[in-house]
T-cell receptor, first 111, second 113 residues
Framework: DAEITQSPRHKITETGRQVTLACHQT?????MFWYRQDLGHGLRLIHY???????NKGEVSDGYSVSRSNTEDLPLTLESAASSQTSVYFC??????????FGPGTRLTVL | SQQGEEDPQALSIQEGENATMNCSYK?????LQWYRQNSGRGLVHLIL?????REKHSGRLRVTLDTSKKSSSLLITASRAADTASYFC?????????????FGKGTKLSVIP
């Protein structure tokens, strides 16, 4: 069955370190998205991609970057982790039906 | 900024009762979707209603959309303990080629057995 996976599921890092969160989907979807979820804010869009070599900034993109070298993967990089980036991160993918399929999430703690 | 705002923020009901959640949004939309999130899990798509539709059903779910009031409601009939979760509305804007969704902050539903 097609699925979307995220790794690691839990990560603890220190302020200033570079961190990369992986997202891999086997739906063969062109569209992929990264969100962060914080209490009181719901889900907020960080970056998204509509295909290979395409990336776009979302609502809260500062301090994050993505690259899309193939259809299956959209890694999210925190260039220099900050305590404000402690959050739960979700990756999602969709096709033209608009339904988004979510991964299980990565809980990131920045100390 | 959040496009959708759910109301209420939290809802507690007895098993067998109906649960109604509301969502308001600010700008024109292509469609509005509802998602469920169980504790510690990712979101799961429930239902999508397009801007030219007024009502849609899926099993025990009923969704209405009023574009003149920029609002939607999700009704879960005959609720079960397994319906305990957070529910989010999400809107896709009306711009061509734009597939990103804007999510609300969610309604936390507790169904008491």
């Amino acid at each position: 069955d097609a699925e979307i996976t995220q790794s690691p599921r839990h990560k603890i890092t220190e302020t200033g370190r570079q961190v990369t969160l992986a997202c891999h989907q086997t739906w063969n979807h062109n569209n992929m998205f990264w969100y962060r979820q914080d209490l009181g804010h719901g889900l907020r869009l960080i970056h998204y991609s509509y295909g290979v070599q395409d990336t776009n900034k979302g609502e809260v993109s500062d301090g994050y970057s993505v690259s899309r070298s193939n259809t299956e993967d959209l890694p999210l990089t925190l260039e220099s982790a900050a305590s404000s980036q402690t959050s739960v991160y979700f990756c999602a993918s969709s096709d033209r039906t608009d339904t988004q399929y979510f991964g299980p999430g990565t809980r990131l703690t920045v100390l | 900024s959040q496009q959708g705002e759910e109301d209420p923020q939290a809802l507690s009901i007895q098993e067998g009762e109906n649960a109604t959640m509301n969502c308001s949004y600010k700008t024109s939309i292509n469609n509005l979707q509802w998602y469920r999130q169980n504790s510690g899990r990712g979101l799961v798509h429930l239902i999508l209603i397009r801007s030219n539709e007024r009502e849609k059903h899926s099993g025990r779910l009923r969704v209405t959309l009023d574009t003149s009031k920029k609002s939607s409601s999700l009704l879960i009939t005959a609720s079960r303990a397994a319906d305990t979760a957070s529910y989010f509305c999400a809107t896709r804007g009306s711009g061509a080629g734009s597939y990103q969704l804007t999510f609300g902050k969610g309604t936390k539903l507790s169904v008491i057995p």
